[in-house]
């Protein structure tokens, strides 16, 4: 709604939309690995590290759409600086900022790849004790997974919430610990089941096009990259991305 409105009002003024997928944490600048707070699937990554995450509800083909926050702001950079020298022309250009045409990663290699992390580099617990993971099961249909969070689960909670009440409160603190953390992750399914089942990839020929302008033009896109077929992905996740969200996006 908001692109119609301003190609509708923008007159004479050249148009310039940039619309990014998942944004993560810095490929390359200001220094690899840099990120603000725990987005997107980011939730996904810190919860499996933590040991809480053991099924989720999801398509391993899923592509999760993935952008390193600095390749959008040099998209933006660039956008700016070759569409400037065509300011006469009242253009309206569209640009995906994202990975999943030309360069995927699925649900199923963000799995394997944070498995091996953690394998690797456990996360250590509040006893600081090591947490060990498993491989995480999908389950292909939503409705599965939350019958088996309601009778693995829920049902034996409310038997517990029960035997709070008759022991005078006993196990309050436990009750709601666990009552948190299996809301946690039913409210985390719901959240992305519509994400988790997407198999849809967004085309960015426009941005491939920006880039051989901006090349004409003489702009050093070794020093603006935001080209996602650069993107080697496990060696961003290993060694860039998952290491980052824990030292930089958690807070102690």
Not at 151 to 173: D, E, G, H, S
Request: hydrophobic share 45%; with cysteine.
């Amino acid at each position: 709604m908001g692109e119609m409105l301003l190609g509708q009002f923008k007159g004479d003024v050249p148009l310039v939309i940039i619309r990014p997928t998942m944004i993560a944490s810095t490929y390359k600048q200001p220094f690899p690995g840099w990120i603000e707070g725990v987005r997107t699937f980011d939730s996904f990554i810190v919860s499996y590290g933590k040991g809480k995450l053991k099924c989720f509800p999801a398509n391993p083909n899923t592509i999760m759409d993935v952008i390193p926050v600095d390749m959008v702001v040099n998209a933006m950079v660039v956008a700016m600086k070759v569409h400037y020298a065509e300011r006469q022309h009242a253009c309206e250009t569209i640009y995906h900022v994202s990975s999943s045409f030309r360069n995927p990663l699925t649900l199923s290699d963000l799995r394997n790849l944070s498995h091996r992390y953690f394998i690797k580099d456990p996360w250590i617990d509040a006893n600081g004790l090591r947490v060990k993971v498993g491989q995480v099961t999908f389950f292909s249909k939503a409705n599965r997974y939350l019958l088996l969070m309601q009778m693995k689960y829920v049902l034996p909670l409310k038997v517990l919430y029960l035997a709070n009440i008759l022991c005078c409160q006993r196990f309050k603190k436990i009750y709601k610990n666990l009552n948190r953390k299996i809301n946690f992750v039913i409210q985390l399914a719901k959240l992305y089941e519509p994400y988790a089942f997407f198999l849809g990839s967004f085309n960015d020929e426009n941005l491939v096009e920006l880039q051989r302008v901006a090349e004409e033009q003489g702009i050093d896109l070794a020093e603006f990259n935001f080209d996602s077929e650069s993107i080697e992905w496990e060696e961003y996740m290993m060694n860039i991305h998952i290491p980052g969200l824990l030292k930089y996006g958690i807070k102690s």
